[in-house]
C-alpha cells in the first residue's frame, strides 16, 4: 500500500494522527505544538480529555495555517452506569460549540460521538448531522461503534457516519468489522496502535498494567520483526496499521518519540511480516479495560426518536 506523508483518506484524513489522551492541559499545548512542528497533520481530542484549552493553545502558536491541519474531536455521550447522564440533541450541538470556544476554532474537520453508551445515540446522531450542515464540522463519524450500532444508523435512513474511529492493532485487528467498514466505505481510524508494547501507558494512573499477561506473548513476535526491518517497534505497528488501511492515532509526550512515530511513513512492511504480525490477532480489546467496561458490548438498547 503506497502510503507518503501527503496521502490522505477518503474524508481527507492524514493517515499518522496525534492523540491527546491523558495529557494535562499544559502537556496538550506543548506537545500538539511540538507534534504539528514535527511535520504531524491530524490533531485527535475529545471533549472527554478536559485539555482542549490546550490542544487549541498548541494548534494555534504552532503557526501552521488552519487548513492545512485535520482536528478531531468527539462528544462524549453520556453513561448512566458511571451517572454521567445522557446528552439529547440539544446538548450535544451547544457541546461542540463549547468545544469550538476552547480550541479556538471556527470548525472541525471531524466530529464524532465518542462511544455508543447512550439510549439517545441516535438523536445525537441527527444532531450531528445538523452540525455539518451548519459547517461547525466538515465530516461527522463515530467511534467505538460495532456493526450493529452502525445499522442501526442506517436502518433509521440517517446520513450514514463517514468515519469509525477504534482501537485496532495486531491483538486486536477487528478484521469482520474492518470488512464491513470498507464495504461501506466508512474511514476506519485506530486508537491505541502500540497496545502490545510494553511501554504503553506505564506512567501511573494510566491503566497500561491489565491485560499485560495477555500481551507479553506477542511481544517477541513484534521484537523480532521490527528488528527484521531495522525499525522502531512503535513505527512498524503505526505502519502495519497504515498498511490496513486505518489511520492511526499515536500519543507521546516526549518530543524525540512524537518525531520517531512520523518515521512509519519511511517504509513499508513485506507481505509475509504482515502476515507474521496479522496472526497474533487475538480480537482482545486493551484500552478501556482499566474502566471496566468494552464500550463496543456496553451499548444499552437504542431509543427511537
Known sequence: MKITASSLSGIGMPFAGFGTYQLTADQAEFCVKEAL?????HIDSAEAYNNEEGTGRGIKTAGIPREKIFITTKVFPGYRQWDIPDKNGVQTI????????????????????????????????????????????????????????????????????????????PLCNRSG?????????????????????????????QGGNVLTETRKPSRSVIRETAAELHVSEAAM?????????YSVITKS?????????????????????????????????????????NPMDAAPPVSIP
Open 177 to 205: 468489522l474492518t470488512d464491513y467498514m470498507r464495504n461501506k466505505s466508512i474511514s476506519p481510524v485506530a486508537y491505541s496502535p502500540l497496545a502490545p508494547l510494553s511501554g504503553w501507558r506505564i506512567e501511573e494512573g
Open 94 to 169: 451547544e457541546t461542540l460549540k463549547n468545544q469550538l470556544r476552547k480550541l479556538e476554532l471556527d470548525y472541525v474537520d471531524l466530529y464524532l460521538i465518542h462511544a455508543p453508551l447512550s439510549e439517545l445515540r441516535l438523536e445525537q446522531w441527527q444532531a450531528l448531522t445538523e452540525l455539518k450542515k451548519s459547517g461547525l464540522t466538515k465530516h461527522i463519524g463515530v467511534s467505538n461503534f460495532g456493526i450493529e450500532q452502525i445499522n442501526e444508523i442506517l436502518n433509521a435512513g440517517l446520513e450514514k457516519p463517514e468515519a469509525n474511529q477504534i482501537e485496532f492493532h
Open 253 to 293: 509526550s516526549k518530543p524525540e518519540r512524537i518525531r520517531e512515530n512520523l518515521k512509519a511513513y519511511d517504509f513499508e512492511i513485506p507481505e509475509s511480516c504482515m502476515k507474521r504480525l496479522d496472526m497474533l490477532n487475538r480480537n482482545q480489546p486493551i484500552a478501556w479495560a482499566a474502566s471496566g467496561i
Open 237 to 245: 505497528l503505526l505502519r502495519w496499521g497504515i498498511q490496513h488501511g
Open 37 to 41: 512542528n514535527a511535520g504531524f497533520r
